[in-house]
């Protein structure tokens, strides 16, 4: 009888090793279990590789909330004791920061993850789609019920002896979850599992449909690049970036991609075509006008690039801000949802005395009746002929010069207006107003900063490849027009070159972006913020306006923070 030896895997096939993968095993503790409607009280982790611990991150963090007497008792986290501490705004770019690039671990994974994520999208950052490996998952996986009745992770310490004992603490119970991953890793090394694919392909989340097509990436080169999966008809179900093509499609083929919509997705699809793209910018921009153009079923996010509203003043003898969606030249925003762009709205009418009501209004014989706001002293009723064109007219320059940059005054009402609120011990109504003023300054700092770019017709910027290149873009009108790389030993400038002649002709639209859509200006503006951008060239001076809303950083940063926001931006 002659058996068949088993075909040699490529290095390629054997992944990376689990001795050689860096794990970020991390741990919350919150208010409560809702990623929506509670907050984190504390964050600790610990980055391992090899058995060797690398670095550890540990912090308490304001919930902004008070913390439920149960969960006091619980984790032993008073009230007392987070006073003072960062917010998580301020927090979780720097647990983004530590664990970049390594593999999440968390005992009930989905529970930790959902609070990172959901923090991700309240505060702007890109979720950065890491792999994660739930270990009470993979303890379901390797234990048999006899051997581990429970999976809690003060079970599984128990049960294997370990030296650290969980006590709701965050730091504490990720330190005691590094000893029970390496246990298990022991176990599913003595049943074969040496890289982090097979253990990945090993927990039983994986389909037989996923298992069945993970072929359809052995096409795809490991480059940058953008993936779409199609489906019978040839219709794209979904959109996605990558640094490495290849190694990211094949992550949906195993039990790292836990998405039920993306395991129905990755059932229905027949084929996976790759864009290959010189670099991450390139990626990015591609995506979001793929996903402009095919709106995939199974993308939640991008979609609609003309889904954006605007604050702009109507044209009459007493204009008023009205939401739209067709921005004109001195039009506020953007913004991405209607009730961002209607709490805008609630703060420019604090800082500037507009009227809020949707008639029109004659300027020779008004025949309205005056409203609440008029007895509130917040609009001198132009409806009922209490105030003149003249008279409105300021309050219309006001806000224009807010939007230019040229003048900031109607921010410093609103902040003289907090400290008399501060002043009265009115303290909630004052936190309303300072996240209403904070949201107003993000908001009008965003939008200058976009529309400075979007006015350039031409700039040219570099950045590092990490390896001794260069990866370049040409930008024009706030659009990706070009994008390339020179190798290192490569000439850059001839590169430089080839790109601008090559790059797309963009004719400038109407609005304050000039027609540019403003995901796409911001995922540039983002790239050419990044530390070690440089400019090549750039056809026109790229300006700031010497009083934007960025002059009041300072205020929100302290807002944010929770130390005093009421002094004056200059202190």
């Known amino acids: 009888m002659t058996t068949t030896a088993p075909a ?72 007392y004791m987070v006073t003072g501490a960062p917010r998580l705004a301020t927090v979780l770019p720097a647990f ?52 581990a009745p429970s999976c809690r992770l003060s079970a599984l310490a128990q049960l294997f002896n370990i030296g650290t004992t969980p006590d709701h603490r965050a730091l504490t119970d990720a330190q005691a979850t590094v000893e029970v991953l390496h246990h298990l890793l022991e176990r599913v090394g003595n049943l074969g599992v040496h890289s982090l694919e097979e253990l990945l392909a090993y927990l039983p989340e994986v389909t037989p449909e996923q298992r069945r097509k993970r072929h359809m990436a052995a096409h795809l080169p490991s480059e940058p690049g953008v993936y779409l999966f199609r489906g019978p008809s040839e219709e794209v179900l979904y959109v996605g970036t990558a640094s490495d093509l290849r190694r990211r499609v094949r992550q949906y083929f195993t039990a790292s991609e836990g998405r039920r919509r993306l395991r129905e997705m990755v059932a229905l699809a027949v084929r996976v075509d790759g864009i290959v793209c010189a670099h991450s910018l390139e990626a990015e921009v591609r995506e979001l006008r793929l996903l402009t153009a095919h709106k995939p079923a199974y993308n939640r996010k991008s979609k609609n690039q003309a889904g954006w509203w605007w604050l702009t003043l109507t044209d009459e003898a007493f204009p008023r801000l009205s939401l739209v969606r067709t921005p ?65 007219t300021p309050a219309v320059t006001a ?19 907090l400290d008399v609120l501060s002043d009265v011990h009115r303290f909630e109504e004052a936190a309303t107003h300072r996240d209403r003023l904070a949201a107003l300054v993000r908001a009008l700092d965003r939008g200058q900063r976009l529309a400075g770019l979007a006015a350039l017709p031409q700039l040219v910027a570099a950045r590092p490849d990490g390896e001794g290149g260069w990866q370049f873009a040409v930008v024009r009108h706030g659009r990706l027009a070009s994008a390339g790389v020179a190798k290192r030993g490569t000439r850059p400038m001839p590169v430089v070159d080839a790109l601008v002649a090559a790059a797309e002709t963009v004719v400038p639209g109407e609005g304050p972006l000039y027609g540019a859509p403003p995901e796409e200006t911001a995922v540039i503006l983002r790239w050419l913020d990044r530390p070690g951008t440089r400019l090549v060239y750039c056809d026109q001076p790229w300006t700031s306006p010497a009083h934007a809303a960025a002059t009041w950083r300072t205020w929100v940063e302290r807002a944010e923070a929770g130390r005093d926001p009421y002094r004056d931006p200059a202190h």
């Not at 664990?99 to 999208?121: R, Y």
């Not at 913004?335 to 005395?353: G, I, M, Y």
């Not at 806000?399 to 003289?416: C, E, I, N, Y």
Request: glycine residues 8%; hydrophobic residues 40%; contains cysteine.
């Open 8 to 79: 040699q895997l490529s290095f390629d096939e054997l992944g990376t090793p689990l001795r050689d993968t860096t794990f970020v095993v991390f741990d919350l503790e919150t208010t409560g279990g809702s990623n929506t409607e509670d907050a984190v009280t504390e964050i600790g982790a610990v980055k391992v590789r090899g058995g060797e611990v690398l670095g550890t991150f540990s912090t308490l963090v304001d919930p902004e909330r008070g913390i439920p007497p149960q969960v006091v008792a619980l984790t032993g986290i008073t009230q």
């Open 399 to 417: 806000l224009r010069a807010l939007v230019a940059g040229q003048d900031t005054a109607p921010l410093r009402v609103m902040a003289t207006h």
């Open 328 to 392: 004109r030249a001195d039009a506020i925003g953007p913004f991405r949802s209607r009730r961002l762009a209607e709490t805008a709205l609630d703060a420019l009418l604090d800082a500037v005395p507009l009227r809020s009501c949707s008639q029109r209004i004659s300027a020779r014989r008004p025949t309205g009746t005056p409203c609440a706001r008029f007895e509130m002293g917040r609009c001198k009723a132009p409806c009922a002929g209490l105030q003149t064109v003249d008279e409105y």
């Open 96 to 147: 983004l920061e530590f664990a970049a690039g390594s593999v999440l671990v968390a005992h009930n994974s989905g529970f930790d993850v959902g609070f990172i994520k959901a923090a991700c999208e309240r505060y702007g950052y890109r979720w950065p789609k890491p792999t994660v490996v739930c270990t009470v998952k993979l303890a379901r996986r390797v234990l048999s019920r006899d051997e």
